[in-house]
Structures are given as structure tokens and as C-alpha cells.
């Protein structure tokens, strides 16, 4: 029959959703929608936006700065300290923000999600690249600052966007499985803000491994964000051999919480939808 109805059944959910990456692929637009709905949130009634991208990395270049010969003594870095505190600083902010977005995108996008349908995954990878343009922004005084000094890239710049990749990784399976245990403990979401922040003290972004006795250098480096910021540096400034080791293993980090994470969310986010 010409003129025969096509019926397209909905199986119900079940017990773990699995991803169907042809509808993801579908649903692609609206993913760029919401991309730039985040964007034009963050900066389209900010007349001095690049300013304020730059402002919390500056202030902390300022304060340490003002112990620079007691800071780059004690670090032992070879580069401009400037250098050193900047850098690590612009990643660390954008695996925090990334890390907290991700881990409340079910509420951020309470008023859409509970009207319309959206592929499961669409809404938590939205700041994964929306936070980009922040770390772009970011990335302009840096540049600026590389050229001042007089410091340039080596080779080992081809690592800084898998060395990106996975602290991007990083970020959305650590802020998964938060997404997943605050929905029976609230109060955990405040502990581990806290937490992100006090990290940024046991991480090489202001002071380097250096300072670590040698005896202690494998209880620092279970910290996986310390191979991800120090071949962060090595890719942009190519001061010393590329750290092999401790990068392979924040990628290691970075997929097992990833697994996890996506394991979690997609276990229990129907309880979170119904608990908006």
C-alpha cells in the first residue's frame, strides 16, 4: 500500500542504556546548538570577556611572582617562572571547570531534558568543547609572553593536543562518576569542588616535582594529573625530554575513569532525570 504509515517502536529502558552512536551522529546539531549556547552564556553580555578569561591565572602569576627567586629556586624550573605558573594554571582551570560542568549538566539542562528527548551522552560532553574557548583565550597571553621571553616550541609540540586529549578524558569520566554519587549525596558535589581546588597545591602547576624528596616521587606521581601537566609543558616548551612514563600513565588514568564514568552514568541517569 502507497500510503502505508511507517511505526517506529520505542523499546523501554533498561537496567544499563547502551550509547547508539547513529543516533548521537543524528542528534549533531543540536549538539553544536548547545555548544554555543554555552559560549554565548558565557561571554555574550561581557563587553571585557577576555579579561575575565585571563584575570584568575594572571592573579595568581602576580602573587607568586612577587616570590619569584624563593619559587624558581625551590622549583628548579628552567624556564621563565612566569612561564611555568601560566601554563599550568590555564589547564588546571579548564580540567576544574570542564570536570564541575560535566558533573551538573543534568541539572543545567533540567528545562530541556525533561521536555524534549536527547541522546544520553549529547548534554555532559557540551563543556568539553565549549570550555575550549576559554582555554584558547588563555592561551593568547601565553603566546604573547613565550615571544617575549624568547622561548619556543620543539618538536614535542605535536604532543600537546593528545596530551589536551586526555586531560579532556580526564575530566569527563571524573566528573561522571561525581555526577553519579551525588544523586543520593549532595553534599558531595561542594566536597569535591573543594577538592579540585586544593588539588592545584599537590599537582606541578605552581611548584614542580622537584621538590618531592626522591623517595616520595611514586606516591606524587599516582596523581594522574601530574604526567598530564608536565608533558603539557614539555609540548610547549620543549625544555627537556618528553615524560614517557608518567603520560602513558594519566592516559591509562584517563580511560579507566572514562569506562567508569560512562559505566555509571548510564546505569543510573533516568534516577537522575526523575530526581530533578
Not at 547502551?18 to 554555552?38: C, G, N, P, Q, S
Not at 584575570?55 to 611555568?84: C, D, N
Not at 579540585?196 to 594529573?225: D, K, Q, T
Amino acid at each position: 500500500m502507497k500510503n502505508q504509515e511507517k511505526i517506529t517502536y520505542i523499546k523501554p529502558a533498561g537496567r544499563f542504556a547502551k550509547i547508539d552512536l547513529e543516533e548521537h551522529w543524528r542528534a549533531r546539531y543540536m549538539f553544536t546548538m548547545l555548544v554555543w549556547k554555552k559560549i554565548r552564556a558565557s561571554f555574550g553580555e561581557m563587553y571585557f570577556w577576555f579579561i575575565w578569561v585571563c584575570a584568575k591565572p594572571l592573579l595568581y602569576v602576580m602573587i607568586f611572582s612577587l616570590f619569584k627567586h624563593w619559587s624558581q629556586a625551590r622549583t628548579g624550573v628552567e624556564i621563565p617562572y612566569v612561564l611555568y605558573i601560566y601554563s599550568g594554571l590555564i589547564l588546571w582551570y579548564y580540567f576544574l571547570e570542564t570536570a564541575i560542568d560535566v558533573s551538573v549538566n543534568i541539572k543545567a539542562n533540567a528545562a530541556l531534558v525533561t521536555k524534549i528527548y536527547l541522546p544520553r551522552m549529547i548534554t555532559p560532553t557540551v563543556p568539553l568543547l565549549a570550555n575550549l574557548m576559554d582555554l584558547a583565550i588563555s592561551m593568547i597571553p601565553l603566546i604573547l609572553m613565550m615571544i617575549f621571553y624568547g622561548v619556543y616550541p620543539g618538536w614535542q609540540i605535536l604532543m600537546i593536543i593528545p596530551t589536551l586529549l586526555v586531560v579532556m578524558i580526564t575530566a569527563m569520566g571524573t566528573g561522571l562518576i561525581i555526577a553519579t554519587i551525588t544523586l543520593r549525596l549532595r553534599d558531595f558535589q561542594k566536597i569535591f569542588e573543594f577538592s579540585l581546588y586544593l588539588a592545584m597545591f599537590i599537582s606541578p602547576v605552581i611548584f614542580s616535582p622537584s621538590m618531592i624528596p626522591e623517595a616520595f616521587h611514586w606516591v606524587y606521581h599516582m596523581n594522574p594529573m601530574v604526567g598530564a601537566l608536565i608533558g603539557w609543558r614539555e609540548a610547549l616548551f620543549g625544555s627537556a625530554s618528553f615524560p614517557w612514563g608518567a603520560w602513558v600513565y594519566s592516559c591509562s588514568f584517563a580511560v579507566l575513569a572514562l569506562i567508569v564514568g560512562l559505566y555509571l552514568y548510564l546505569r543510573f541517569e533516568h534516577e537522575m532525570i526523575e530526581a530533578i
